[in-house]
């Protein structure tokens, strides 16, 4: 009979972790997402920087949280080496004897390591495109590291963790994957930076009008929104923590079903309102949209039904197209609109929980408080230290031929670049 029992128990551990793994996989695939969208939003003479930028701040939060993040998040060790995240599958079997199947999150700490550490290159990767076409690329990285391995990482353990804010109150905050956690959070560090670094050149008149500067590919934008979309899935799903289990697997199924109602809710909201108010079907916004939908869901994507999922993406698809028009109008410069998307909707997405899983009002704006003004806060710090050792902004000059060639030396597109001297 125990080993029947324990045989049932290893499979179920087995599909947990593969699941685990799955499902961070998906969220790594987010990655490229961010990628794509941003270069598909930024200008072609700016191609190369933004995706340098988005693929080495991966790595960065990869390496930083496996140094020092994940023990500051979750008391985690120090991965270096080659045996971890190893298990005592004796010890596993005797407390699943003792206590019945236990949850997933407590023994894989290679799996969980995984899983966490994409979330926090995401939160990194919405940094990444609010300070595009005019940063420093090595500032960017500096910044990185700091983010992923203190900034991220605190924030997180007062949250997921249950950890004491500096050992003075407890929060009482419901976000089941992360709206306030991992997309507010990766907003305020990214408010904190444009409003030291500026606006682009020309993006706002001396009149107080605003100019468009639009992306060079909409093809590639909405290929990475595709696959932000996809991502998302993991994002979301994978926050059950584990698969096995007759409850677990309808909830995990209800998360997919949320997820993709809120993210067509979030599209079609921006979509109806960007029609209203610019009289054309604004395919940036309704981009934005879906993207919006899906940060708004991220806070509660089990307890709600497909159709309120759908009221909440599509709410934050309203919010998202406001969003971006104020930021215009107090000259916060967003090329990718990361900051409406993740910061606002992110608000949006936590309080919202209020009202689909009957969390406390106070315990979330409290939740929401703690981790903007840490993370505004010290987001601000550094940069204005790394302003004052480096730079964080090209000078005119360099904007003005555009950063892939003073930061990468590479440009994107070189067939549409001086082709008129080659013989």
């Known amino acids: 009979m125990e080993s029947n029992l324990n045989y049932i128990f290893e499979l179920q551990y087995a599909m947990d972790t593969f699941y685990f793994l799955v499902t961070g996989a998906l969220v790594m695939w987010m990655a490229a997402g961010f990628a794509m969208l941003e270069a598909g939003l930024v200008r072609s003479k700016n191609t190369t920087e933004i995706l340098t930028k988005n693929v080495a701040l991966f790595a960065i939060a990869c390496t930083m949280y496996m140094i020092c993040g994940y023990q500051i998040m979750y008391d985690g060790g120090i991965f270096l080496a080659g045996t971890a995240g190893a298990v005592d599958s004796a010890a596993i079997l005797a407390a699943s004897n003792e206590a019945g199947f236990a949850d997933m999150g407590e023994y894989s700490g290679a799996s969980d390591f995984f899983f966490q550490v994409v979330f926090v290159a995401t939160a990194m990767s919405i940094v990444s495109g609010a300070v595009a076409e005019r940063m420093k690329l090595w500032a960017f990285l500096a910044f990185a ?70 992306g060079a590919n909409m093809p590639l934008a909405t290929l990475g929104t595709f696959i932000l979309w996809m991502g998302w899935f993991g994002f979301n799903g994978g926050s059950t923590l584990k698969l096995g289990g007759i409850d677990v697997a309808n909830e995990v199924a209800n998360v997919f079903l949320n997820t993709n109602a809120a993210a067509a809710g979030g599209l079609i909201g921006a979509l109806l309102l960007s029609r209203i108010m610019f009289g054309k079907a604004d395919l940036t916004m309704v981009l934005n949209g879906a993207l919006a939908g899906l940060v708004a869901i991220t806070a509660d994507p089990a307890s709600p039904s497909p159709l309120l999922s759908t009221i909440v993406g599509f709410i934050g698809g309203l919010l998202v197209v406001l969003s971006i028009v104020f930021m215009d109008k107090v000259k916060i410069d967003d090329p990718v609109g990361a900051i409406s998307v993740h910061g606002t909707v992110g608000i949006f997405g936590v309080m919202a929980v209020s009202f689909t899983g009957g969390a406390s009002v106070s315990g979330q704006i409290v939740g929401l408080l703690t981790i903007f003004v840490w993370v505004f806060v010290t987001s601000l710090i550094v940069w204005v230290i790394l302003k004052m050792i480096m730079g964080i902004r090209v000078s005119a000059e360099e904007e003005d031929e555009g950063v892939d060639q003073s930061e990468c030396g590479v440009e994107a597109y070189p067939e549409f670049v001086n082709y008129g001297s080659q013989s």
């Open 145 to 214: 590291v700091v983010m992923t391995g203190l900034i991220y990482p605190m924030e997180g353990s007062w949250t997921w963790n249950g950890d004491s804010v500096f050992g003075l109150y407890s929060l009482n905050y419901s976000d089941y994957a992360g709206s306030g956690i991992v997309h507010m959070a990766g907003a305020a560090a990214a408010l904190a930076g444009v409003m030291l670094l500026g606006p682009r050149k020309g993006k706002y008149k001396a009149d107080g009008s605003v100019h468009p500067i639009p």
